[in-house]
């Protein structure tokens, strides 16, 4: 049995929380620490990553991903928070795809990765093949949905992605969307320039989400006829966003808080294996791309960015700064909307009966001090 003493995040009030064989077993209100340390930190649920393309060097969708480099990026999430994330693989040929997943699907069968990883995110191939829109994702890989295709590339994955990334204007989306809904996959729009009719046959149909909102968009667009107004306006839509400074503008973030709502909210890395690697010029995707020191992959062939590289903890301490929101509707963006968007209900909370994936931190400046994740 371990007994854990802190600052509850949601309410200030202070906690004793019991755990024993990795399930939290009681929660008490104290009214008084039994140490010094314990008024010092807070207590939050692990934070919860979907979108994460790779770490510390190690590439999802390289085609020799062993077991072992799962395992490091596992762990290495762990020390900023992440307990649980969603391994990405973006557009690519069949059989690159195809390779990837059963190569993600064979690292589950180490217990360790198999506790952080759910499921995993496909985005694309199904995208737009409009300049700017497809971003840096392979324009000669992208192509219409094709249900068949998809299902082969789930069966390489044990069927375990569990969210796909489509643009809904496309040749047979909705019907695509509809089965996906029907064998409980989420269905998120990105990398698209869909009207506004596209978006709601879209929601109609099940997507429940937007991939990285408010990117994945050309530098240029018009300024009536555009993605942006529908996935706001939509309340049925859920919203992930990219907060490391870069991809969105703080009056951006601001504006996109006050419409989706802390709810409907949640907060990605989209990191890419540059993640917690020096800066420098790299090759990823078989793209010359540019680390800087400040943590921006810029890809200059597209003139776009080729992800990101900040932790998810980053995102966390910008949304509070940006926008002024709670840390508790902060954290919430980053665990617990994530655990409902895919039905995890073991996770993203503390609750007794729960997993006890666990972070104590301490804020300064809005930035997170991650001390010790459980």
């Not at 737009?128 to 295709?149: I, Q």
Request: net charge neutral.
């Amino acid at each position: 049995m371990r007994v854990i003493e802190a600052v509850l995040y949601s309410d200030n009030s202070k906690v004793s929380i019991e755990i024993e064989d990795g399930i939290i077993q009681k929660i008490s209100k104290i009214k008084s620490f039994s140490s010094e340390a314990a008024a010092t930190r807070y207590i939050a649920p692990a934070l919860f990553d979907n979108q994460v393309n790779g770490y510390v060097g190690i590439e999802f969708s390289k085609p020799d991903l062993s077991v072992d480099e799962m395992l490091r990026v596992v762990r290495e999430h762990r020390k900023n928070g992440v307990v649980t994330f969603m391994p990405t693989v973006i557009t690519g040929s069949f059989e690159s795809l195809k390779r990837s997943f059963a190569n993600l699907a064979k690292s589950l069968q180490n217990p360790e990765v198999a506790y952080s990883v759910p499921g995993f995110h496909l985005e694309g191939p199904y995208i737009s093949t409009l300049k700017g829109f497809y971003g840096a994702h392979r324009l000669e890989d992208v192509r219409n949905p094709h249900w068949d295709e998809f299902r082969r590339l789930n069966d390489a994955a044990d069927g375990k992605i569990i969210q796909i990334t489509l643009a809904p204007e496309v040749e047979g989306a909705v019907e695509f969307i509809k089965k996906c809904v029907k064998n409980s996959i989420v269905v998120s729009l990105g990398h698209h320039n869909g009207s506004a009719e596209d978006i709601e046959r879209a929601a109609d149909a099940g997507a429940k989400t937007v991939t990285h909102l408010g990117n994945g968009m050309a530098n240029s667009i018009n300024r009536f006829e555009n993605p942006l107004w529908m996935q706001l306006a939509d309340d049925r839509i859920m919203s992930s966003m990219i907060l490391d400074g870069f991809h969105l503008r703080p009056e951006m973030v601001k504006v996109f808080y006050r419409a989706k709502g802390a709810k409907r909210t949640i907060l990605t890395s989209d990191m890419t294996m540059l993640a917690g690697m020096p800066p420098g010029n790299y090759v990823w995707d078989g793209n010359d791309v540019e680390l800087t020191k400040e943590g921006i992959i810029m890809f200059p062939k597209a003139n776009c960015f080729a992800g990101a590289s900040l932790p998810l903890r980053v995102g966390v301490g910008n949304m509070m700064k940006f926008t002024g929101c709670s840390l508790n509707e902060a954290i919430d963006m980053a665990s617990t909307n994530p655990a409902k968007l895919y039905g995890l209900n073991d996770r993203g909370t503390i609750a007794e009966g729960k997993r006890a994936d666990l972070i104590l931190f301490d804020i300064k400046d809005t930035k997170l001090n991650i001390i010790e994740t459980v």
